[in-house]
T-cell receptor
Framework: GAVVSQHPSWVICKSGTSVKIECRSLDFQATTMFWYRQFPKQSLMLMATSNEGSKATYEQGVEKDKFLINHASLTLSTLTVTSAHPEDSSFYIC???????????FGEGSRLTVL | GENVEQHPSTLSVQEGDSAVIKCTYSDSASNYFPWYKQELGKRPQLIIDIRSNVGEKKDQRIAVTLNKTAKHFSLHITETQPEDSAVYFCAVTNDYKLSFGAGTTVTVRA
């Protein structure tokens, strides 16, 4: 199957700092990328959908100014958690697909811990 | 948005027995139904999927059934093994975004 790489796999930062997470599709061009957040023992909650070259579409309740998403190319999307706080600590997972209604391929996930 | 309900939340089975997880959804336009297995701290792995024009699909010990009229689909794992222990998520999409069920923690007792 297709490969989606996410970096970093884990990050610890101080409260108030910003953290950037990268999601790359390594062997295909991703028309759409999705960002999920997963708290311990909970399901994956969709945060936003990004399409290359356009603004991300955020789910209800997700602050777009806090979670900045950039999808500058067909192989790279980034999520920046700005002014991170301890409640932002979570497992962030990206996913990508090649075409509409295609299989979704997940990155390895990034565990963010905000002190 | 799509409402996906998954039951049970936890499931403990004896090795060799079968495990069944059920999901219901609300959007009749949904047409793709994947199942994912997630081990602790790792990414979800697609284990089987089914499209709306098919009623049943099987891959070795894993099968999925879909009832579009009733808007529910189920995951069946036969001859369970300890390595089947994980969290399983159902998901639903209508060609756009994927909505996940709450997950089922499956424990296979040796």
């Amino acid at each position: 199957g297709a490969v989606v790489s996410q970096h970093p796999s884990w990050v610890i930062c101080k409260s108030g700092t910003s953290v950037k997470i990268e999601c790359r599709s390594l062997d295909f061009q991703a028309t759409t990328m999705f960002w999920y957040r997963q708290f311990p023992k909970q399901s994956l909650m969709l945060m936003a959908t990004s399409n290359e070259g356009s603004k991300a579409t955020y789910e209800q309740g997700v602050e777009k100014d806090k979670f900045l998403i950039n999808h500058a190319s067909l192989t790279l999307s980034t999520l920046t958690v700005t002014s991170a706080h301890p409640e932002d600590s979570s497992f962030y997972i990206c996913s990508a697909r090649m075409k509409r209604a295609g299989e979704l391929f997940f990155g390895e996930g990034s565990r963010l811990t905000v002190l | 948005g799509e409402n996906v309900e998954q039951h049970p939340s936890t499931l403990s089975v004896q090795e060799g027995d079968s495990a069944v997880i059920k999901c219901t959804y609300s959007d009749s336009a949904s047409n793709y139904f994947p199942w994912y297995k997630q081990e602790l701290g790792k990414r979800p792995q697609l284990i089987i999927d089914i499209r709306s024009n098919v009623g049943e699909k099987k891959d070795q010990r894993i099968a999925v059934t879909l009832n579009k009229t009733a808007k529910h689909f189920s995951l069946h794992i036969t001859e369970t093994q300890p390595e089947d222990s994980a969290v399983y998520f159902c998901a639903v999409t209508n060609d756009y975004k994927l909505s996940f069920g709450a997950g089922t923690t499956v424990t296979v007792r040796a």
